[in-house]
């Protein structure tokens, strides 16, 4: 299999990103209402906030790295045998995972850096507080994560459903191409 995304499939890159960040998304989404829970005496109570923190910030880089490869690298196209109603809502649905994904790390940012201090990423170097001490910043960024988490987590059921949807019951290539197969 090629680097590179061809006209009928996905490129090694492409689908390691994409299935990585499912991994990430879906790990850190059940680790941030495991961390809800979290008693005053806990002792993850500091250390797994710091380590969701480091993790979304990685996300986020990794996220850069494949909006880019998607921009600068061609896509395969859509199967013929999808209607043009199923090409529009493809694009729509990947269009929205990408504002969900990086609204929702934005708004992971801005509660951490609402008091002014940056983020320590695994101990390693500091990402500076850029935007800080905005009227009830932790708290309304806090409320919005919240929802953009669930909403994100909704629109990746019906990512994954329609994928599903594709390869059970049209039995076409959408999902094959994903898992490294061409596409027909």
Not at 119 to 133: C, D, H, K, M, Y
């Amino acid at each position: 299999m090629a680097l590179k995304n061809t006209a009928d499939r996905y490129g090694w890159l492409s689908i390691t990103l994409h299935w990585l960040v499912a991994v990430v998304v879906i790990g850190m989404f059940a680790w941030g209402l495991w961390m809800m829970d979290l008693g005053y005496y806990d002792p993850w109570r500091k250390d797994a906030p710091e380590l969701h923190k480091s993790v979304g910030l990685c996300l986020f880089a990794v996220m850069l790295l494949r909006l880019a490869w998607r921009l600068f690298t061609p896509q395969p196209q859509p199967l013929a045998s999808h209607s043009a109603l199923v090409k529009l809502a493809a694009k729509g649905g990947h269009i929205a995972l990408y504002v969900l994904l990086f609204a929702l790390m934005i708004s992971g940012y801005l509660i951490s850096t609402a008091d002014g201090r940056g983020i320590e990423v695994f101990g390693l170097f500091t990402v500076p507080a850029l935007l800080s001490g905005l009227p009830q910043q932790e708290d309304i960024a806090g409320w919005l994560h919240e929802v953009l988490a669930w909403g994100l987590i909704a629109l990746v059921s019906v990512h994954a459903l329609a994928a599903i949807k594709h390869h059970v019951i049209d039995r076409d290539a959408t999902l094959r191409r994903m898992l490294g197969g061409r596409g027909q």
